[in-house]
């Protein structure tokens, strides 16, 4: 169940800035299952209402993007990232792309000069800059017009999610495996043996830095615990050391000791822990770097907070893996940490 909810959202166009696919498939989903409402700034919050603390679950709706900037007289499009990250070529030449265009989808592709065309200037450089590269979608700049593709026009990977042995790949599985877990988690959950007041929350805007959570209190809402879902790094390739990253994909969702904004619970890493134990959930420990997450402006916001991590292999790439064993074990553990431990 959870691979097919995977598979769907992940499928869906949820640009920063421009969620709304994401945020309206989960919203009809959640209908009839709790109060549902969206914030100002646009996030979509389920609200389960249930005796003690009160406990928010966050997973941010969006994925990495591509924004036009101009579009030259040829028809090519000239972009930027949609996301704060520099350039470190997490976008690749060849790359499909799905361009949100006003007047409806239309393909492109992520170019740069090959082969015969390359300068001898351009045969000896290594890197990429954003002035080495365009979107090419076939079309004259008239054409490009009258398609609703103008300066602010977002665009996403065009990959499918595809089974390879036991992984599950696509684009935005950061963080749309968050966002199963919170969809699944909200039609397997029994709302009558709740032992929190649990409200489920998509936020908006997190590859930009965390902008969306941010408000989410200021907005009127307030919460004891914190819980943020979004992937974790699995460090089981070739070109990763164990002694870097010792998480494997399969081994369960990461409970993460600190990363690059602040350090979690400690409390509730050993309560989840345990939960994980009772019910034979395997969980893992991880200690993140280079990375920023939504979970750090919970704490700011006033909540106990941790960050529940499932792995994943190749982040930040059309090719971003999962095993979607961890993702359905995440459900699971969530399910019986709200529930007094109960499993379904
Ligand atoms: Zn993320």
């Known amino acids: 169940m959870t691979e097919e909810i995977l598979r769907t959202l992940c499928e869906l166009p949820g640009p920063t800035g421009q969620e709304d696919a994401v945020l309206d498939w989960v919203e009809n989903e959640w209908a009839g299952r709790g109060e549902v409402s969206r914030t100002r700034v646009g996030n979509l919050l389920l609200h389960l209402p249930g005796p003690g603390p009160r406990v928010l679950i966050a997973a941010h709706a ?19 990232p949609g996301e704060r990250d520099t350039f470190t070529l997490p976008y690749f030449p060849g790359s499909p792309l799905r361009v949100l265009a006003e007047g409806g ?39 490009v017009a009258a398609a609703g593709i103008r300066v602010g026009t977002r665009m996403v990977w065009d990959t ?26 909200a039609r397997r959950l029994d709302v009558a043996k709740l032992r929190f007041d649990v409200t489920l929350a998509l936020t908006v805007q997190e590859e930009i830095g965390m902008v969306g959570v941010a408000s989410i209190v200021r907005e009127g809402r307030d919460f004891d615990i914190g819980f943020v879902v979004d992937n974790g790094l699995a460090g089981d390739i070739p070109t990763v050391s164990h002694g870097h990253v010792p998480v494997r994909l399969g081994g369960g969702p990461t409970l ?29 420990d991880m200690v993140l770097y280079h990375y920023t997450s939504d979970a750090a402006h919970l704490i700011r916001q006033g909540m106990e907070t941790l960050l529940v991590a499932p792995p994943i292999r190749y982040s930040h790439s059309p090719f971003e893996a999962v095993d979607p064993a961890d993702v359905e074990s995440t459900v699971r553990l969530f399910d019986a940490y709200l529930t007094r431990g109960a499993e379904a």
């Open 62 to 80: 969006d994925e990495l993007s591509l924004i036009v900037r101009s579009v030259t007289p040829d028809g090519f499009l000239r972009v930027l």
């Open 105 to 143: 989808a239309v393909s492109g592709m992520f170019a740069t000069t090959t082969g015969h065309a390359l300068t001898p200037e351009q045969r000896e450089r290594t890197k990429l800059t954003w002035d080495d590269v365009f979107v090419d979608v076939g079309m004259t700049a008239d054409e």
């Open 160 to 185: 499918g999610v595809r089974r390879v042995g036991r992984l599950l790949v696509g684009k935005a599985m950061d963080d749309r495996l968050g966002v199963a877990v919170l969809v699944a988690l």
């Open 256 to 284: 993460v000791h600190r990363d690059s904004s602040a350090h979690y619970s400690r409390r509730l890493i050993q309560e989840l822990r345990a939960t994980a134990a009772e019910i034979g959930v395997p969980v893992q």
